[in-house]
């Protein structure tokens, strides 16, 4: 996704714009199930 994102003009021109609101560096997170969502998974 994160080159899908670099290639839209519409997602560069947001990005421009957005930057001088930052107040820190921009993070990227990855997520991991919850004990909540692995209920049901092996049933």
């Keep these: ?3 899908a994102l670099a290639a ?3 997602w560069q ?3 421009r714009a957005a930057q001088p609101g930052l107040t820190k560096p921009t993070e990227t997170l990855r ?3 919850t ?3 692995l209920v049901g998974i092996y049933s």
């Design 35 to 37: 004990s909540q969502s």
């Design 8 to 10: 839209s003009p519409a």
């Design 1 to 3: 996704h994160k080159a």
């Design 13 to 15: 021109d947001f990005w």
């Design 31 to 33: 997520l991991s199930p």
